[in-house]
């Protein structure tokens, strides 16, 4: 089997009877509604797949990641893992409080350790800035007269990325 990423396993998955009273409990929760990639990320923290996080990224962690693309603890981590709520939802939630993620259906409870806004702009402006160079260098999909394939594109994106970053 191969080592989790920073070499411990972190899983979240409720089974039995606490699955049941988690369930149980979203009912009286508030309900946050979660975009596709949002319940994949949940997922993804539940099953290990993003160990080591141990759920969605604090403040610290976000700044971090976006600015070094390093967790705090130097560990490499390319891409936020966040989950966002509407503004007047987000000014009634506070640290402790427990909230129901929702997609189509119940996908965990979550409880809140920090609000804080995401700095989408430079999200957005490091990411198209690394696709610009990557088209610059001329490893494009077909649909944009390339021949790269979208693993070839996506893994010179993030090699750009990291080169910005350090």
């Known amino acids: 089997m191969v080592a989790p990423h920073g070499g411990r396993l972190i899983q979240r998955v409720a089974e039995g009877q ?14 946050v509604t979660v975009s596709a990639k949002e319940a994949a990320d949940a997922v993804l923290v539940a099953v290990g797949a993003y160990s080591p996080l141990e759920g969605f990224m604090d403040r ?19 891409l936020p893992v966040t989950v966002a709520v509407p503004a007047d939802q987000a000014r009634t939630l506070g640290r402790g409080a427990r909230v129901a993620l929702r997609r189509a259906d119940f996908l965990a409870v979550l409880e809140v350790t920090e609000v804080y806004c995401r700095d989408l702009e430079e999200e957005a402006r490091a990411v198209e ?6 088209v610059r260098e ?18 010179a994106v993030v090699a750009c990325l990291l080169r910005r970053r350090s």
């Open 129 to 134: 800035a690394s696709v610009r160079q990557v």
């Open 138 to 155: 001329g490893i494009v999909p077909p649909d944009l007269g390339g021949r790269a394939g979208t693993q070839e594109v996506g893994e």
């Open 18 to 31: 606490q699955a049941a009273r988690l369930k149980a409990e979203a009912e009286s929760l508030p309900a």
């Open 60 to 78: 610290e962690t976000y700044r971090s990641v976006l600015h070094t693309m390093h967790l705090p603890d130097g560990l490499p981590w390319t």
